[in-house]
């Protein structure tokens, strides 16, 4: 029965292995592309999903940023008595509320 330490090195010399087989594949994959994009008069742009306009998510800078609503939370209006999950009214709805909300309204004091 093999060592730990055989074990390893047969693991190691088999990872180099398989880089090696890999670049070799990857190197004839990568000109099969070319040739392909050639043939069909592809370009990159043809390829690559194009951007989408306007700004980036989360790229705003005005007060409804992430940062800002984390430091102000709102208090529950709803309670779900079996799991003691909360919903402040905002946002989308949670399932347990279901068509009548009124149910699982917090009394306000």
């Known amino acids: 029965m093999p060592t730990y330490k055989q074990l390893l090195a047969e693991k190691e010399a ?8 890999r670049a070799n594949e990857v190197a ?5 592309i070319r040739q392909l994009m050639a043939d069909y008069d592809l370009t990159v742009e043809d390829i ?18 992430a940062a ?8 529950p209006k709803y309670l779900d008595p079996k799991t003691g999950k909360t919903w ?3 946002g989308r709805a949670p399932a347990w509320l279901g068509k009548r909300p009124e149910r699982f309204l ?3 004091a």
């Open 68 to 75: 800002a609503r984390k430091t102000s939370s709102l208090p």
């Open 48 to 65: 690559a999903p194009k951007r989408r306009r306007g700004r980036p998510a989360g790229s705003g800078t005005g007060t409804g940023t």
């Open 28 to 32: 004839g994959v990568i000109e099969q």
């Open 106 to 108: 917090i009394e306000q």
């Open 88 to 90: 402040s009214g905002r």
């Open 14 to 21: 088999l990872e180099a292995k398989l880089n090696e087989v």
